[in-house]
């Protein structure tokens, strides 16, 4: 079991920063590739950006491409999702998950095993 937890959202304003925490427990994550998925009111989830916790490779879709920074700090068991200009069109559920998985699966939420409770960002223009 992998146990995640979010923090970090909030109420934000259009050309903030944003910068999400997820923290892992439980079993180790040598195995895993760390995603961000994000789901707007009405809307499917969506990818964002992932990365494979031991090789580091980013895995990144082309709607956000750039924008969004995925980084991990191993020591402390954390991936960070950070974004230095919000949009209005940002807000939504963060999720952060994880998956055995990589490649263009790392895309998909239905590779995902484990899911945090995931934390609301609310983009004001």
């Known amino acids: 079991q992998v146990q995640l937890v979010e923090s970090g959202g909030g109420l934000m304003q259009a050309g903030d920063s944003l910068r999400l925490s997820c923290a892992a427990s439980?079993?180790?994550?040598?195995?895993?590739?760390m995603g961000w998925f994000r789901q707007a009111p009405g809307k499917e989830r969506e990818f964002v950006v992932g990365?494979?916790?031991?090789?580091?490779?980013?895995y990144s879709v082309d709607s956000v491409k750039g924008r969004f920074t995925i980084s991990r700090d191993m020591a402390k068991n954390t991936v960070y999702l950070q974004q230095p200009s919000l949009r209005p069109e940002d807000t939504a559920v963060y999720y952060c998950?994880?998956?055995?998985?990589?490649?263009?699966?790392?895309?998909?939420?239905?590779?995902?095993?484990?899911w945090g409770q995931g934390t609301q960002v609310t983009v004001s223009s």
């Open positions: 990365i494979g916790w031991s090789s580091g490779k980013i």
């Open positions: 998950a994880a998956g055995v998985v990589t490649g263009v699966g790392a895309g998909y939420a239905s590779r995902y095993d484990y």
């Open positions: 439980g079993r180790t994550l040598s195995n895993y590739t």
